[in-house]
C-alpha cells in the first residue's frame, strides 16, 4: 500500500513537473490574438501593437485573428473552443467581455467561468460633448434641463449596450434624472447627428471626438477621467458635476479556462514590459487610450468589479437583453 502511494505521489511531481516545464518554455510556436472587430477598429490596432511587440519580445509570432460579429460573440466562441494552452487569447474592450452577456441572449459565455484575465491593457475615458448651437456650455447645464423637463433632454449614443450608452444611464441613476436616450448604429452615424444638430448631447470615447472639439465644431462639456490626463487639458472632470461618474472604456487580453498559471503569468509580465515603452504608450495616446498595466490578480478583480458594476446599471435601467 505504500509503495502504490508512494508511487502515485511519484506520477503525480513528474506530470508537475512536466506542466511546470512546458509552461516555463511558453511560448514555444505561434500565438494567435483573437480580436472581436474589424480590421482598422481600435481593438484591432491595439491588438497589432501588442502582436508586434510581443512577438520581439518572445522571438515567436504573434498574429491576430479578426472574428467579429455579434457584438464579441463570435469572437468569445473562438476563445472559449481553442485549447487552454496560451497559444490562443482574446483582446477583448469592456462591451464585448462583460456586457454583451447581459444584453444578448444569444450569449451564451461568462468572462468568469470560461475564460481567465492575463492582463489589461489600456482604457480611454467617455467625453460628454454637446452641439455648440445648442446652448449648453457645461455638464451642470444639461443636469439642471434634465431635472427641470425628465424624459425631454436627449443624450446620443453610439450603440445600444455600450460603454457610453451606459455612462448616459449611469449619469441619470447617480444625479435621478431620467433622459431620452438615442442610441445609434455606430459612431460615425451618431457624431453626424450630432454635429448636425439632430442631438444636441452626445457620449462617446474620446478618440472621435477630440478632433471636433478642437475644430470647434463640437462643445467639450466633461470627460469621464478619475484625473486630468494628457491632451485633455482644460475640460472638466464628469465626477465634479456628478460624484461618482469616473468610467472606463478598457482593453484587456483573456486566455481560455484552465491556461495554465504560469503561461498566464509569463503573458502578464510581457504586456507589463510592452506598456513600459514609450512608442507604445504614445502610440496608444494617438488613439485615445491610456496605459493600465496591472498584475493578473488585480487584472482579474478589475474585470470582476466591472461586471458588477455595469450589471447593476442595466438593471436599474430596466433595460432587457434582446
Known amino acids: 500500500m505504500k509503495r ?25 510556436k505561434m500565438v494567435r490574438i483573437v480580436v472581436p472587430s474589424i480590421a482598422g477598429s481600435a481593438p484591432d490596432i491595439i491588438a ?24 464579441g460573440i463570435v469572437a468569445m466562441t473562438a476563445l472559449r473552443q481553442s485549447a487552454p494552452d496560451g497559444y ?11 456586457i454583451t452577456p447581459m444584453m444578448y441572449k444569444e450569449a451564451k459565455f461568462d468572462i468568469q467561468r470560461d475564460t481567465e ?24 447645464e444639461v443636469l439642471k434641463a434634465g431635472k427641470a423637463s425628465p424624459d425631454d433632454i436627449a443624450i446620443g449614443s453610439p450603440t445600444r449596450g455600450s460603454v457610453p450608452h451606459l455612462t448616459a444611464e449611469m449619469m441619470g441613476q447617480l444625479q435621478k434624472v431620467k433622459f431620452r436616450q438615442i442610441s445609434f448604429s455606430g459612431t460615425t452615424q451618431a457624431i453626424q447627428a450630432v454635429v448636425k444638430g439632430d442631438v ?16 470647434g465644431r463640437l462643445k467639450a462639456l466633461a470627460v469621464t477621467s478619475d484625473t486630468a490626463l494628457p491632451g485633455l487639458d482644460g475640460i472638466p472632470l464628469a465626477k465634479d458635476v456628478a460624484p461618482g461618474l469616473t468610467v472606463k472604456g478598457w482593453f ?29 504608450v504614445e502610440r496608444l ?22 461586471k458588477v458594476r455595469w450589471e447593476r446599471v442595466i438593471q436599474d435601467a430596466g433595460v432587457k437583453p434582446e
Open 252 to 280: 484587456a487580453l483573456f486566455a481560455p479556462k484552465g491556461t495554465p498559471a504560469a503561461v498566464l503569468d509569463e503573458v502578464n509580465a510581457a504586456v507589463s514590459r510592452t506598456l513600459a515603452q514609450t512608442a507604445f
Open 48 to 71: 497589432r501593437q501588442v502582436a508586434e511587440r510581443l512577438t520581439a519580445v518572445w522571438k515567436q509570432q504573434v498574429i491576430v485573428e479578426n472574428k467579429p460579429g455579434g457584438n
Open 200 to 215: 444636441p448631447v452626445y457620449v462617446d470615447g474620446i478618440a472621435p471626438l477630440v478632433p471636433l472639439v478642437r475644430s
Open 285 to 306: 495616446k494617438d488613439l485615445g487610450t491610456y496605459p493600465m498595466a496591472l498584475g493578473r490578480e488585480p487584472s482579474a478583480r478589475f474585470v470582476q468589479g466591472e
Open 117 to 140: 484575465v492575463a492582463s489589461t491593457l489600456a482604457y480611454t475615458p467617455m467625453m460628454f460633448v454637446a452641439d455648440p448651437k445648442s446652448g449648453y456650455q457645461s455638464l451642470a
Open 4 to 28: 502504490r502511494a508512494c508511487l502515485g505521489l511519484l506520477l503525480l511531481a513528474g506530470l508537475t513537473a512536466t506542466a511546470s516545464a512546458n509552461a516555463a518554455a511558453y511560448p514555444e
Open 88 to 98: 490562443t487569447l482574446g483582446l477583448f474592450h469592456a462591451a464585448a467581455a462583460v
